[in-house]
């Protein structure tokens, strides 16, 4: 089944943007993991909000029917868990600081041709690159 690999990155795809092009319409805001999961937790002061729980709960749930039923990703941690909680507390705050993370500025903002968004997605890209350019060529791999 090798010639049909493209169909799940595709499928995928397709079901992120009509999520988030019926987030729009239906509730009339953006779609971004990070707010989202922060209205799942209550963390925007306006209460817990079902919808964001929802959206959360369907992100893990896809992803375990993926696992179980597709195919089994093989995860190996090559840091120390240290490092990766230290990444981890980063990207969180450069979503609170950026006002969004990588799908709401990428993925909704992009398509809104918001310039905030593309200045967000272009640093976004642009830090990504130069950490694995540093991790790989610099530093070999901690």
Do not use: K, Q
């Amino acid at each position: 089944m090798s010639h049909l690999n493209y169909i799940w990155p595709l499928s995928g795809g397709l079901l992120i943007g009509l999520s988030a092009a019926l987030y729009l319409l239906l509730d009339g805001r953006i779609a971004g993991i990070s707010g989202l999961t922060a209205s799942a937790f209550g963390w925007t002061g306006a209460g817990i909000s079902p919808l964001g729980i929802g959206f959360i709960g369907g992100i893990v749930g896809g992803a375990a029917i993926a696992f179980t039923y597709i195919r089994h990703a093989e995860l190996t941690i090559v840091s120390s868990p240290m490092l990766l909680i230290a990444g981890g507390l980063l990207v969180g705050f450069g979503t609170r600081l950026g006002s969004g993370c990588t799908s709401g500025h990428g993925v909704c903002g992009l398509a809104r041709l918001s310039p905030r968004s593309l200045v967000a997605t272009a640093t976004f890209m642009a830090v990504a690159a130069a950490t694995v350019y540093v991790m790989r060529h610099l530093i070999g791999g901690l």
